[in-house]
């Protein structure tokens, strides 16, 4: 799907769907802002627009091509962005967390996105900007920051939720035993080394080095990337926070199973230290060899009365030595 | 609430409750100092200060939000601060630790800060401008550095508090045993964690590269902001080192409850090797097959011999080889 | 070997297997390419091209040692690369990596390639230049630019492969059990380790430091080497995203076998705990001494009985506490 | 206590307890430096001393409080410092290691330190310049040099003296068993964080960034700066190999404990599979049902055959199988 | 021992021995090189020495201590270099790993080289400085150059071996048991971390940032410079990469163990729960009281066949349960 959305700075309106084959003209007046988003694209159509727009064939072919990495390019006239979206899926079987690749092209006054899915953060500033001229009026990076502005505030609730399931897990480790708890831990290291991974290079995009920027932003948008950019970084504090969290939590649970392998250890080692000599008691008194007092009544109470004692002597000791 | 405090420079006197509608004329006077606190404030009355001051609407933004991540934006002709003060209790069941926004406008002789909840550290500043204008007639971001102060001052007892509970535990893991050591180490080291995520954007605003601050100071300023940035990182190295202390016991913890987990299976085995023969032996004479030896009375005395003979030989083979 | 590459500018044709003789002759022009392909090269014939285009000792040193670290080294009037491509064997019983070196001797209109065995990166790129010019019209630079673009995509589906195995080793380590899972683990913690070794010194030479390389590259080819340290820092990436999770996957393997463990011991443990008593009962019964009611018919039942109540109350007491 | 030593330069000669009153005076000639040595001073001396110099209010709040980092900061015409020396104590049942707390004014031509205990390095100094110009002559900073050299000195011993332990700890892994080893790596653990968190910013401030010093160093000084900043480098360097080595050692000992717990577990479960069928079986034939051959006198001698071959095959099986 | 050794430029000849009461003479040509090469020194001969050069205390101070850490110094006219040879002894019962260590004065035109015991890299050198003037015709860091790269060049055959060491432990981690392989790993680890100590210094020493050097190198010998600092480098990389391959060798040998462990107390639960019931049954039946069928003489052969459908139903459900 291609859809078309362009700003006419002169009428201060918005057009969409608008030909492509006029291209140059709408172009010609460099207020204009034109946007086309292009999903579920065949190759034909992201090569017409490639050659439309004379993009440079390396940035072409990553378009086509999945490329795990956000960056941004710069070519004469224009910047290439790679750029991801999260997905998270808590109830998936597997693979809790994708990442969708959005491709950017940043013109002085046009953009182009490309993304194989429906993003919804593309869809709702799509939906405002059929009307309203709120998000093309300030060029065409402001309309990128809110494209991904959208994205990045998608993420919190995602956090949100990692957050509260590393609560749960912290609650379990003392109370539960299974392998819930094991593969949950999994699940969520697996969860924040994938968002971590895919989002150290946004950052690396958006930050700016003494003041300057990897691609050029007016002045009066700076304020907006500087706060991208601090959305980006409160991420990846979470993410780190999260995961120092995780792994404490999982270094706990092995010692909690340690302390509780010990603990039960020590009851079989109670339990045989009483009931062996008992065996051995009764055994001996089992043997078919004369015993003295073999048919002494009496015999059988002082047996029971002596285990008795040797019981409670030991049952004392242990609890002297905080065994029990 | 909303609180007022003016220093007037020309009397050399302190005003408070002032009229903000007069704000322009308080303000004309370049030596003057306004500061205003809000907290429990209403959305309304943000919004109201917001533009009596001509704030940008993303700093405005991050007032009504939580912002996780202490940092300072500049703007035209005033800087955005958020910064967070920690609250620390020992005896709550879950989360000993909270953090506490504030943030801070710094114009050049305005201030305003806002915060949902009274804050310690604002509340003490705040008794001593109502009569005296020691704090504020060193300009604004000397204001500014007296209530950081005091929220940075508030960490130190926090820190030594903790220090105190890793003392502990740290005598504690060679005599306790059970969950009490390892849910302590467990709080400890979420506790630290999310110290050192509210300290560390907290040092990088406050520290300066190469004698530059990312704001404005005046030279006699200067020397206070170095000590606050000195005291956050004295805070940081404790909270590091108190890190690596919590790492270190609970490595030895873990090493204890496998010491133990060694020894008692090792009377365990002592214990078996010794009993378990003795068992046999008894079921031997206890065969209902004929036995040589069987009505000879002094039988059983051998037996019993011979069994003596043996647990002594065991007992001195094991001391031997240092299992007992 | 010794292939030869010859790109004459003035009549836009390829030759081959040119005579070196003439080497000063066909280099004149400065647009025209001269490529050398040498392997399983003597010594002899090493010295021989090192002669002819006068090559630093130190260079030629290189050459004839294994170096297992990639680097680029500056002279008057050539650079010169060490590379390596990797060659991955899942099914090697030992080594599944080893990596081929590659040196380039990279002059303004010349370029040198040596290696010790055939390499299929460089053997693609021969093919095509036999025959067409494609390769070889942009320069020397853009010439190595293709060797080495055709190595480094060689190792994407090597690290498809290996986040298979990492997939499925993240499947087995709940189900399966035994040293497979373990020398599974272990060989790709040393896969990750030695791709990774060599990885980043090559990442190191094509990144750019403020848009400054290490050697030189022609304006119109620096979206090419971009591209390329974009590909080299994807792999890097990915390499250290499948470290980490190997290294999540294998403590929660490591955690799983000591729950396997805690579990079974819980086993033996309420085994004994019910099994022992019982041992002592009936040997109580069978002593050689009088026993009250010993001839009573009724006694046995009542022996069953009492063993059957408390077997009955131990399950449930175990169960209660939640250890079967 | 306040001493003073004055170095006369004009007279070449050594002072001591001037009458600080004439401090203006005895500091006109810039080539004269007085050395102010304070410890267990109360706080109206300190306060005295402070308004003698005009010291910063904060730098004096530095004095008074505990500071646990290291730091210098600049003022209008001095510097002051904070530095620690480190006080080791082998035997002491907790804390081995605590830091004393050295604060220093540096100003052109004189110096103050001051502490709350005296300090061997600062003692030795001071007995020097009691008689010798040595110490005094070549300028302030010289005199600095010389007691932060004596501090630094101190460590060399302390440090060794841990290696010593390290070596035993090492021996001992492997050897002896029990809480001792545990113990002594706990302490040097801990012992090897303080030191560490004391040296990293005492190196830092006397670290050059390309040859410039955070306080001003006369030339003919910078060796004896560059030779401190290495022997602080050479600690650091000795503090993180011991922490790797501790680390390691304790690693295997936690390893040799497993190993030693998987070796008794072994022998208990051969033990047990041996010996169990033994029970089982003379068990049966002590039932007290019909038993065929149950007055055949040779019956005891081929149950007796039977156990021992049984006996037998179980210790080769075992053998083989390289569990005994 | 101080041996001497002078190239006379005009005269293009080697001179060794000479006279060093002519020094000032011989050093006259700046072309001219002198070095004197010291090993088991008196304190008085290296103060002769030092008086002669006039060499700064603190140089001569760290040429009689022990200085653990590489390092360059630079003087008025000279520089003073410690550097570190490594002594390997695989065999060595303790501390397979010592350094040398080797102190260089490096002047314009004179190199004093001091060690205690004799050097190979230093003794090669020298034996062929005696005859040609190869190495020193080039200047004095030239012949530096060539001392250092014997040193280097001895590290790689004693990686090699620690290569081949831990090829071994990762063999025998599935197959041996004992403390042979957790021995072997801490040897390799402790000999691993003091390689790294010594080696990471000396590269930075030769090392250069952005092409310079911490002292004076002329053009033609920096290719000799880069390949040291190459070589240093790729020692560094392998130690770094051994010890992630040691590291992961002891993490696969400590799961191993548990493993083992696991499978041990599984084989003990599954013996226990076979033969208990058994003991139990048995022991039922030898209970002296009146037992229905006591006198039934197939009676025994219905308690074997309950006993035998028992175990083989415990083996079948075991089986299906996988715990053997």
């Not at 799907?1 to 007046?29: A, G, P, R, S, W």
């Not at 006054?109 to 993304?115: G, Q």
């Not at 004369?290 to 047996?303: A, L, S, T, Y």
Request: with cysteine; charged share 25%; hydrophobic share 45%.
């Amino acid at each position: 799907m291609i859809k078309t959305y362009l700003y006419n700075h002169d009428e201060h309106l918005m057009y969409h769907d608008v030909d492509l084959f006029e291209k140059d003209e709408l172009l010609e007046n460099p207020n204009n802002l034109l946007w086309i988003d292009m999903y579920n694209c065949t190759e034909y159509e992201l090569n017409y627009i490639g050659e439309l727009f004379d993009f440079h064939p390396l940035a072409m072919e990553d378009c086509l091509q999945k490329s795990p990495r956000a960056k941004v390019d710069e070519y004469d006239d224009y910047h290439f962005f790679v750029l991801h979206a999260i997905r998270y899926d808590e109830d998936a079987s597997e693979d809790e967390i994708s990442s969708i690749e959005l491709d950017v092209f940043l013109g002085s006054n046009y953009i182009v996105t490309i993304h194989t899915v429906p993003l919804n953060s593309v869809g709702s500033v799509a939906r405002v900007c059929r009307d309203s001229v709120d998000y093309m009026e300030h060029g065409a990076e402001h309309l990128l920051y809110n494209i991904i502005d959208k994205i990045v505030d998608e993420l919190f609730p995602i956090l949100e939720s990692i957050g509260d399931r590393i609560d749960e897990v912290e609650d379990n480790i003392f109370v539960y035993r299974g392998t819930e708890v094991t593969e949950e831990i999994l699940a969520l290291k697996q969860t924040l080394i994938l968002i971590r991974k895919v989002l150290i290079p946004q950052r690396n995009i958006f930050s700016n080095i003494r003041g300057r920027y990897s691609f050029f932003i007016q002045d009066e948008n700076v304020p907006y990337f500087l706060d991208l950019a601090d959305h980006l970084n409160s991420l990846l504090d979470m993410v780190n926070t999260y995961r120092d969290l995780v792994n404490s939590a999982f270094e706990i649970y092995h010692s909690v199973i340690s302390e509780r392998t010990s603990d039960i250890i020590t009851i079989l080692t109670v339990i045989s230290i009483i009931m062996m000599p008992f065996t051995v008691i009764t055994g001996f008194f089992g043997m078919n060899v004369p015993i003295p007092g073999q048919n002494n009544p009496f015999m059988i109470w002082g047996i029971t009365l002596g285990m008795m004692i040797l019981a409670i002597w030991m049952i004392v000791y242990f609890k002297h030595r905080k065994w029990i």
